[in-house]
């Protein structure tokens, strides 16, 4: 039987270091928001392969076709736009 640690976010706020260090033996968290699990935190699983970075994935899929001379200008265009939010939830220091 697998054993699952609940914590509220503000334990997990408290103890992120001791969660992490225990997550990393095995142990796995679920957190909690307003009585609601919304998040985990468990180790990786036993065959997880790790990531790729850009420049393997476009070696590795040569025939996808390639951001234009524009996409950087696309990109920033969209980020100047984007409405940001102001009103969220303060963050401890």
Do not use: C, H
């Not at 001379?69 to 990109?75: T, V």
Request: charged residues 35%; aromatic residues 8%; negative net charge.
């Amino acid at each position: 039987m697998k054993v699952v640690n609940k914590l509220t976010e503000a334990d997990l706020v408290e103890r992120l270091d001791e969660v992490l260090a225990r997550a990393s033996r095995g142990e796995e968290f679920e957190i909690e928001r307003d009585g609601e699990v919304f998040a985990v935190i468990r180790p990786p699983a036993p065959n997880a392969k790790p990531g790729i970075t850009w420049g393997e994935f476009v070696a590795k899929y040569p025939g996808l076709p390639q951001p234009d001379d524009r996409f950087a200008d696309d990109l920033e265009a969209i980020l100047a736009e984007r409405e940001l939010i102001t009103d969220g939830p303060e963050w401890p220091d």
